[in-house]
């Protein structure tokens, strides 16, 4: 996608637009602010429109105006697009505004011009209006022998405003990065298990690296079991597939910098293993990745942004399955810190994978820092709905930060408490915790719970259950089907911010 930035034409002289389509945000209720020009162009039908429809303009209200050849070389609609109430337009409604602006038009139009009004603040969130768009136009509907309702034609998309056009293409620019590498998290989270097999994610990720020039170490699970990760290595012993440990570095803050650390749960299918999970949507359990994939995702921008900080990705890649040689429920196994843990239930296998990663990444690289993501609870889906990721960690100003991070970038996260209760309710008579609760309630809290035995002392530390937004059950406006690519953009910011303080 090619992406230009713009004022709007001057007096309202539309002629300098060669879009097919041109997008005007508007207010609801509020249409001072319209576009100069674009009521002349559709002789006087949006001012006749308005007049009938005093409440226009909710968020993703849609009207369309045909343009006649006679008026306007290319232009061959302007259409209003609702942008809500002025006062409620956070980062994350801009974005998802942008998204359905991008879906609506992807197969209709060759290019786009979107007009945002001045309250909109592009001038500070021209990345959402780019990512948002791009995610919009994403197609996932591939695999399929015929393309449905008409092949993807959007190729570009010009911003109009009358903020500062540099603050602007800088956002613009930093937003068409994210984009590109988004598109490639949610396909590879889209597609299903017999083509994204922990091999395949290895292939990923050092595709990622060779790009980027980031450092890349592979893990096989021979290697994981001699190097003492018997946590982790227990969720792949029922599966054909070997597992696989990735770990990439990328080294922008020197010897003397601050590390982040970004570990993310990779189970590129989950059927719960011997506890296995009911069929009914156990055809979604391919998206178990999508932690470590928008992980992956993260590093590859952050090495074309290049912040003065150092990050390391690491990344369990394995199937969760039953077979003769899996996992059994009862099993006591030993991990790379030395703790025991009782696996009561082989589906809670995310906190098995994630427990070896952070205790070997704070063993060879001593983050300030540790962002883990997971689909980890269908609790957080019970807890929050799909409106939110949840939040746990501490210290309580670094998890604020990775809350307003999120904020920010329209990717939302809930705190949920880490009471020290929860972890009485892990309590294994054999080992030293047990890897699933007791007693029924705060499943959420009690997997974070969990990882924590796994987390030293000193270390700022995040866990995100992205359970709730890593995938979109429903086709939404805004949104299609499957994968989202959530939190990478939350985890890019982290990085930039993190890099800027220290
Ligand atoms: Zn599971």
């Known amino acids: 996608m090619k992406v230009t930035v713009n004022n709007p034409p001057a007096g309202g002289d539309l002629a300098k637009i060669s879009a097919e389509c041109l997008v005007c945000g508007v207010w609801q209720g509020d249409f001072k602010n319209l576009a100069a020009g674009v009521d002349e162009i559709v002789d006087g039908a949006i001012s006749r429109f308005l007049k009938k429809n005093e409440k226009f303009g909710k968020l993703y209200d849609a009207a369309n105006f045909s343009v006649s050849p006679k008026k306007h070389k290319s232009l061959e609609k302007v259409v209003l697009f609702g942008l809500g109430k002025k006062e409620k337009l956070e980062p994350l409604y801009l974005r998802q505004f942008a998204a359905a602006v991008g879906k609506v038009y992807a197969k209709e139009a060759k290019s786009l011009a979107l007009y945002l009004p001045k309250e909109a ?15 919009g136009v994403f197609d996932p509907g591939h695999r399929k022998s015929e393309v449905e309702n008409g092949k993807l034609k959007m190729e570009s998309l010009e911003i109009l405003t009358e903020e500062d056009l540099k603050k602007v293409k800088d956002g613009a620019e930093k937003g068409l990065i994210v984009s590109v590498t988004v598109d490639k998290v949610r396909e590879v989270v889209n597609l299903p ?8 994610m290895v292939k990923f990720a050092k595709k990622i690296a060779a790009d980027k ?6 893990f096989s699970e021979k290697q994981v079991n001699e190097m003492g990760m018997g946590i982790m290595a227990s969720v792949a012993k029922g599966s054909e597939e070997d597992l696989y440990f990735v770990v990439l570095r990328y080294l922008g803050g020197g010897s003397a910098g601050k ?10 299918f989950d059927s719960g293993g011997i506890s296995i999970k009911p069929s009914e949507s156990m055809e979604w359990m391919k998206m178990d990745m999508a932690g470590a994939a928008a992980c992956l995702g993260a590093m590859e921008v952050i090495a074309k942004l290049k912040p003065k900080i150092n990050v390391v990705c690491a990344v369990p890649l394995t199937e969760n399955l039953p077979s003769g040689k899996a996992s059994k429920p009862g099993d006591v196994v030993k991990g790379f810190s030395g703790k025991t843990v009782e696996i009561v239930n082989t589906d809670a296998e995310g906190r098995l994978v994630l427990a070896d990663a ?14 883990d993501v997971a689909t980890l609870t269908g609790a957080s889906i019970v807890a929050l709905g799909n409106w939110a990721s949840a939040i746990l960690g501490r210290p309580q100003n670094f998890i604020g ?13 809930w705190q949920l408490p880490l009471y020290e209760e929860y972890r009485d309710q892990l309590k294994s008579y054999i080992a030293d915790i047990a890897n699933i609760s007791s007693v029924r309630g ?28 890593a995938w979109e059950e429903n086709e939404r406006s805004y949104a299609s089907r499957g994968a989202s690519g959530i939190p990478l953009l939350t985890l890019v910011n982290l990085a930039l911010k993190l890099a800027r303080e220290n």
């Not at 930060?401 to 996260?413: L, P, W, Y």
């Open 193 to 200: 298990a017999n083509i994204v097999t922990p091999e395949q």
């Open 259 to 268: 590390t982040l650390a970004l570990v993310g749960k990779g189970i590129t």
């Open 121 to 135: 603040k592009v001038g500070e969130r021209a990345d959402l209006v780019v990512i948002g768009f791009s995610a």
């Open 442 to 469: 705060g499943g959420t809290e009690t997997g974070a719970k969990f990882l924590e035995e796994f987390v030293g002392g000193k270390v700022a530390w995040a866990h995100l259950d992205i359970a709730p937004n």
């Open 401 to 413: 930060e990775v809350i307003k991070t999120g904020e920010d970038a329209g990717e939302r996260f």
């Open 213 to 218: 020039k980031l450092k890349i170490e592979v």
């Open 358 to 371: 952070l205790s070997y990444v704070q063993d060879k690289f001593k983050p300030d820092f540790i962002v």
